[in-house]
C-alpha cells in the first residue's frame, strides 16, 4: 500500500537519498527543509516539498496537515535534518551546540509530536530517527554532537516502549561516516582537515543510498515487526 512519507532534511545527502527511495517505491512524499529550491530539483512525483525548519513545531504540523489532506495519513515520518557542529567543549561557540540540540533533538521531537497521537489512534504507523554511530560511542570534538545523538537513540527507545501497544514502530538508523556536506558546517578548519583525514584513513565512507537502503528495509518489513535499531558504518569504520 502506498502511504505519505515524511522525510525531514530533504534537500542533502542522506535525506535527499532516502526520498528519492521511496519515491523509486511509488509513495507520496512530504519533503521538508529549509531550501525549498533542492528539494524541488530532485523533481519527484507526488511530492510536496516545504520550506520548514524543523525547530519550528507549527510549521512543521501545518506543512503534515497539509498534506495529509492531500495524499491521506502519515505512513512513515523519518526525522532525518540534523547538523554536525564538532569543537572542542573549552573553545567551541555556545551557540553552536543551542544549534544542534534544538535542530538535532528539538526538531525530532517536533516531528514526532506532529504525528504520534494520530499514528496511536489510528493502531499503525513509523517512525524512523537517523542518529549516528555518534549515539553510541564518542570521537574527539564530538561532545555537543554525541549528546544530540545520544538523545535521539534515548527518546526513540523510550517512545517505543511507551507505544508498542498502539502498534507503532520506532525505528533509530545510525549511520556510521557517509559522504554528504554534513562536515561542511563545522568552523574549526583543523577539526574539519582531521575528521577529512580519518575519512580517507579507512579508505572513503559509504554513500547515503545504504542508509536510504536500510530506510526502506525497515520501513518495508510487515507492520508487526520493529527493527528496532540498524547501525551501518564504513567496514574499516573503528
Ligand atoms: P547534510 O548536511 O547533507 O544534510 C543535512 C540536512 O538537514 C539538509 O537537508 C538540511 O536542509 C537539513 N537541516 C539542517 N538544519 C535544518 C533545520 N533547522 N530545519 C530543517 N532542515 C534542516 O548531511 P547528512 O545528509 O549527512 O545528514 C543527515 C542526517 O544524517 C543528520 O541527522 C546527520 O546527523 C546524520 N548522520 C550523518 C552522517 C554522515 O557521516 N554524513 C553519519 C551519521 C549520521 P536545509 O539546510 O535545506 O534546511
Redesign the pocket.
Known amino acids: 500500500m502506498k502511504q505519505l512519507i515524511v522525510i ?9 537519498t532516502i526520498a528519492q527511495a521511496f519515491s523509486a517505491k511509488g509513495h507520496p512524499l512530504l519533503l ?4 525549498v529550491e ?1 528539494m524541488e530539483a530532485l523533481e519527484l512525483d507526488n511530492a510536496l516539498c516545504v520550506g ?4 519550528d513545531a507549527e510549521a512543521m504540523k501545518n506543512a503534515i496537515a497539509t498534506a495529509e489532506a492531500k495524499f491521506g495519513p502519515v505512513g512513515c515520518l523519518i526525522n ?5 557542529l564538532l569543537g572542542a567543549v573549552d573553545t567551541q561557540d555556545p551557540a553552536e551546540w543551542s544549534q544542534m540540540l534544538n ?2 533533538v528539538m ?1 525530532v521531537l517536533n516531528g514526532i509530536h506532529a504525528v504520534l497521537a494520530d499514528m496511536k489512534t489510528r493502531k499503525t504507523g513509523t517512525i524512523i530517527n ?5 549515539g553510541r560511542k564518542t570521537f574527539p570534538n564530538h561532545a555537543a554532537y554525541c549528546a544530540t ?1 545520544f538523545a535521539v537513540h534515548a527518546l526513540t527507545e523510550n517512545i517505543r516502549e511507551e507505544v508498542a501497544a498502539d502498534d507503532v514502530r520506532m525505528i533509530t538508523i ?5 559522504e ?3 562536515l ?2 563545522t568552523t574549526s578548519e583543523e577539526i574539519k582537515a582531521g575528521y577529512q583525514g580519518w575519512k580517507e584513513s579507512m579508505g572513503g ?1 559509504i554513500e ?1 543510498t545504504a542508509v536510504a537502503d536500510a530506510a526502506v528495509f525497515a520501513f518495508e518489513q510487515p507492520q508487526n515487526v520493529c527493527v528496532r535499531e540498524i547501525v551501518l558504518a564504513p567496514t574499516r569504520q573503528q
Open positions: 525531514t532534511g530533504a534537500s542533502s545527502g542522506i535525506g535527499a521538508l527543509a529549509r531550501r533542492l520548514v525548519d524543523v525547530t532525518n535534518a540534523g547538523m554536525m535542530i538535532n526538531g537517523i542518529s549516528s554511530v555518534a545523538k545510525a549511520p556510521g561516516a557517509v554528504t556536506a554534513l561542511s558546517h565512507v547515503p
